[in-house]
């Protein structure tokens, strides 16, 4: 119950746009391939920020 006004981390809120970025992606890749692309291209570039940060904290 206390966690419900918990503050997310930095890797828990780039979790998320990752996973936002992908399901756009996938929605976009069936009119606009270009755009998709580009989207997964930027969801690869959050993926590795998130490992940066594991591999920064240690997790």
Do not use: C, P, W
Request: hydrophobic content about 35%.
């Amino acid at each position: 119950m206390f966690g419900l006004f918990k503050k997310k981390s930095e890797i828990e809120k780039l979790q998320e746009d990752y996973s936002s970025m992908l399901s756009k992606a996938h929605k976009v890749s069936h009119s606009n391939r270009t755009e998709a692309d580009k989207l997964m291209a930027e969801a690869e570039e959050i993926a590795k920020k998130i490992d940066a940060l594991k591999n920064k904290s240690g997790n």
